[in-house]
């Protein structure tokens, strides 16, 4: 993640650092940044509110209501994403069964944010830029996904798993028979 200064004229006062992300696999670190961030929020807000007058500079740098409240949005979209790459990540051997589990959480967690956002629900409110990204995840794990057709190995591997057995069909026969998952 890079700080990178907006630019701003000095008629409108002190710079405002603006977070940009660098690489889409690091949701981890925003998360937790964000945790924190919010966690500490009143604290920040106290030592800003105690800083002479001369340190106006400083105190611009607060984040507004609606700053906060967009953070507080993004923390439970996030936190699907850092469940998703903890589990696997921790995992000795990585299993077919698993990852195409771990795929369908998240692809779900994907579509139900995506519909939220079309049908402009409030708990997403401010999120909308969020929508190309979401789509284009869901377009790359679709991707993915779709090549598991393409071998039994995929199939086999998550019937024969004893923590997945024939959830994954079941799965499927309630919620769109006769579709890929993912299409």
């Known amino acids: 993640m890079i700080l990178q200064q907006r630019q701003r004229s000095k008629s409108q006062g002190p710079k405002r650092p603006k977070f940009l992300w660098t690489a889409g696999s690091q949701w981890n670190s925003?998360?937790?940044m964000l945790k924190t961030n919010l966690e500490l929020s009143p604290?920040?807000?106290?030592?800003?509110?105690e800083l002479p007058q001369s340190d106006q500079g400083m105190?611009?740098?607060?984040?507004?209501?609606?700053?906060?409240?967009?953070a507080k949005k993004i923390v439970p979209f996030l936190?699907?994403?850092?469940?998703v790459s903890t589990t696997l990540g921790a995992e000795k051997y990585l299993t077919l069964s698993s990852a195409v589990g771990n795929n369908n959480h998240l692809y779900d967690h994907l579509k139900d944010y995506e519909e939220k956002i079309l049908n402009k629900d409030p708990s997403v409110q401010g999120l909308e830029?969020?929508?190309?990204?979401?789509?284009?995840c869901k377009k790359k794990l679709n991707k993915y996904y779709k090549m598991t057709d393409h071998s039994p190995l995929y199939t086999l591997a998550t019937a024969l798993d004893p923590q997945v057995k024939n959830a994954l069909w079941r799965k499927w026969d309630r919620e769109e028979p006769n579709e890929n998952y993912l299409a």
């Open 79 to 83: 936190e699907v994403f850092a469940s």
């Open 129 to 136: 830029e969020l929508l190309p990204a979401i789509q284009k």
């Open 30 to 32: 925003a998360l937790q």
């Open 43 to 49: 604290a920040i807000d106290h030592f800003l509110n």
């Open 59 to 70: 105190r611009s740098l607060r984040l507004t209501a609606a700053e906060i409240d967009l």
